[in-house]
Each structure stands twice: as structure tokens, then as C-alpha cells.
């Protein structure tokens, strides 16, 4: 029977799916309907675009009437005829060029919300990969107790110890469960989390691989930072100037039509031709005055953006190197608790020299740097991708 048990685990062992933080990211790349959308309104925008632009259709009419003369017979007269608008020089071409680099522009500002979508992924991998290696730590540290306070229930039946003295202990190993617990529902979440959000689909035997995440530096490179945002200006900043140049246009169209007459006593054929003399009306100069002054508002609204981002850019600097710092520090202060102090408390509390109390309150002392090791690393990681979103730095 134990040698069924074991084949059956040893088979679901082997069919359990470990991704890495790649097949997550290309998984969610796969369904990811931020990009559907935004291709599907760049769609949108290209055909509404050409639609808008496009040439205005022939226009035909007609007109029948009963003529009554003073002299000779009554009798029908009709006139049918056709007339289009015709747009000159290239103004149609820069129309079109006009709102295509401005819809370019909106889509480049539409990808950074994809980007902040996969930075949160990276982020949410590598903070349950942190829980995961908590729970498993911490795990070890209840087994480690829970040894113990075995080993003081033989001493109690021998009356080695008090029943108060099992009792803290019993306490104490009550705790350490019920945290064991609420760190292994933590990590449980925050998988199903990560799970959900890139589409991935998964069993209670999935998990994570967790040796690709990033490695802890006090520094990190950001290559052609801010490049969606600099392209997104650059392209509002010439959909203005061909504005600009299309407004200057003194002549921008003709109407032409033809029309048939047929009289009671004669045929009519006319030829008309119809030309907007824009220096008559101001509209065409102050479509051009506003988009010099959209020109002049794009640039200073996108320096007044770039300053707060390079600021912020600078702080999330700032507290990465801190985070950096501050892990190698409660490493090395956890270290020298672990293996220099709590060795020389538990050979006390063993020869009777330490209260169970002090004991106690030193174990907790070591499972709370722990704990801050661990907090630090999330903050460290939730620094680091926030960083990259900001940066707009694509791959990293």
C-alpha cells in the first residue's frame, strides 16, 4: 500500500508544471487583450482617419419643369447635371498625415500602459517567489520548534520542567502555526494572482521555477529612458507643424460642375467652375494661428511632464540603493544573530541558565530580522519595476 502512495506521488510529482518568469511573460503576451485592444483601436483610428480625409463624392441633380409661353405650344423642360469638389496640390495627403501622426502619438502613450502591465507581472513573480521562500523558511523553523517542544514534553513527564514552562511553549508553537499558515495562504494568493492575471493555466501541483528573478544591485542600468513618451511628442510636435504648413495654403480647392438644359426650343450644355478665395475669411489663418499655439502648449506640457518623471525617476533611484543597502545589512545582522547569539541562548536555556520567557523572546527577535529581510526584498522588487515603468524601459 506505502509503495502505491508512493508511486502515485512520485507520478504527480513528475506531471507538475514549473514555469519561469519567460513562459509566464509570453503567456500573457498570448492573451493579452491591453495589446488586442490597443491594436484594435489603432484599427479604429487608422479607417475613421481615411474616412474623415477621404474625397467628397459626386453630386448630381436635376430639375423638371411645364413651361406655359405666351407664344407657341406648352410642353416640358428639364436640366440634369453633375458637380464635385476638388481638393488641390497634396492638402488631402497633409490632412491625413496630420491625424495619423496624432493617433500615433495617443497609441505610443497606449503601449506604456502594456508596459506597466508586464512590469506588474515581474513584480508579482518575483513577490511570491519571496512568500514562497518565506513559507518554506519559516516552515522549517516550526518543524525546528515543534522538535523541541517534544523533546520539553518527555522532560515535563520526568518533572525536569514546570507545567508553566510547557505551557509558554505549547503558546508559543500555537503561534508559530497559526503564522505558518497565513504565510502559506499568502503565497497560495498571490500564485493564484499571478496566474490570473497572465492566463495561465494551472493545478494545486503548478509552480514557479523563482531562479530567474533579478538580482539585488544598488544600481541598475536604464538605457533610452522615456523613449515612448520622447516618440509620442516628437509626433505631436510634427502633426502641429504640418498643420501649420496646411493652413498656410491660400488656394485649397475648386468646385466644378456640368449641367444639361433641355428647353421647349433649344439644348443647353453649361460648364461651372467655383473657387474659394480663402484670403477673404479668416479661418484658414487662425486654424493655423491655433496650431501654433497647440505647438508651443505640446512643448511645455511634455517639459513640465519630463521634470516631474526625471524627479521621481531620481527618488525611486534613491530608494533602491537604500532597499539594496538595507538587505545586505538585515542579512548580515540575521547571520550573526543566528549563528553567534541564538546558539549561546538555547545552550543557556538548555543548562537552565535562561528563563523560558527570554528564550522565547530571542527566538521571536530571529524570526522577526527574518521577516524584515523578506519585507525589505518585496519593497526592493516593487521599487525596482515601478522604476522600469517609469523609465519606459521596455526590456530589462
Keep these: 500500500m506505502k509503495q502505491l502512495v508512493l508511486f502515485i506521488f512520485l ?55 411645364k413651361a406655359y409661353p405666351d ?3 406648352n410642353g416640358y423642360e428639364y436640366s440634369v447635371g453633375a458637380s464635385k469638389k476638388l481638393i488641390l496640390g497634396n492638402i488631402q495627403d497633409q490632412e491625413r498625415t496630420i491625424t495619423q501622426l496624432s493617433n500615433q502619438a495617443y497609441l505610443l502613450e497606449g503601449e506604456r500602459n502594456i508596459l506597466n502591465f508586464k512590469n506588474g507581472l515581474k513584480n508579482l513573480y518575483h513577490q511570491h517567489c519571496l512568500d514562497t521562500q518565506n513559507y518554506k523558511s ?27 514552562e510547557l505551557m509558554q511553549l505549547e503558546t508559543e508553537k500555537n503561534r508559530l502555526y497559526a503564522q505558518l499558515q497565513e504565510l502559506k495562504m499568502q ?6 494572482n499571478l496566474f490570473m492575471l497572465s492566463k495561465v493555466h494551472y493545478t494545486d501541483t503548478t509552480q514557479l521555477s ?18 515612448l513618451s520622447k516618440e509620442a511628442h516628437e509626433k505631436r510636435l510634427l502633426s502641429t507643424q504640418k498643420a501649420i504648413k ?25 460648364i461651372g467652375l ?57 542579512k548580515r545582522n540575521y547571520k550573526n544573530y543566528k549563528n553567534k547569539l541564538l546558539p549561546l541562548i538555547q545552550t543557556s536555556y538548555d543548562l537552565g541558565e535562561t528563563s523560558v520567557i527570554e528564550y522565547l523572546l530571542n527566538r521571536q527577535k530571529s524570526y522577526q530580522l527574518r521577516q524584515e529581510i523578506y519585507a525589505t526584498k518585496k519593497e526592493y522588487y516593487n521599487t525596482l519595476f515601478k522604476l522600469y515603468t517609469i523609465s519606459e524601459k521596455k526590456d530589462n
Excluded at 11 to 24: D, E, F, K, P, V
Excluded at 140 to 161: G, R, T, V, W
Excluded at 258 to 264: C, D, F, G, R, S
Design 11 to 65: 507520478m504527480q510529482l513528475g506531471h507538475a508544471s514549473t514555469y519561469t518568469l519567460n513562459s509566464i511573460l509570453k503567456s500573457a503576451d498570448q492573451n493579452n487583450v491591453l495589446s488586442k485592444a490597443l491594436q484594435q483601436e489603432g484599427l479604429a483610428l487608422s479607417a475613421s482617419n481615411k474616412a474623415n480625409t477621404a474625397s467628397d463624392p459626386f453630386e448630381i441633380f436635376g430639375e423638371g419643369t
Design 71 to 73: 407664344i407657341g405650344s
Design 210 to 227: 523563482c531562479r530567474d528573478m533579478y538580482p539585488i544591485k544598488s544600481t541598475v542600468k536604464l538605457a533610452n529612458t522615456f523613449r
Design 138 to 164: 519559516f516552515k522549517q523553523s516550526y518543524q525546528d520548534f515543534a522538535k523541541l517542544y517534544k523533546k520539553k514534553q518527555k522532560a515535563y513527564k520526568y518533572q525536569e520542567i514546570s507545567k508553566t
Design 274 to 330: 467655383s473657387l474659394p478665395l480663402n484670403f477673404t475669411s479668416e479661418r484658414s489663418e487662425q486654424k493655423r494661428v491655433a496650431a501654433m499655439y497647440q505647438n508651443s502648449a505640446i512643448g511645455y506640457r511634455y517639459e513640465q511632464t519630463m521634470r516631474e518623471k526625471r524627479s521621481l525617476l531620481t527618488q525611486l533611484k534613491s530608494h533602491l540603493k537604500s532597499n539594496a543597502f538595507m538587505v545586505q545589512t538585515l
Design 187 to 192: 503565497q497560495e494568493i498571490s500564485k493564484q
Design 246 to 270: 496646411r493652413y498656410s495654403s491660400t488656394l485649397e480647392s475648386i468646385d466644378i460642375s456640368a449641367q444639361y438644359t433641355n428647353e421647349l426650343d433649344v439644348d443647353r450644355y453649361s
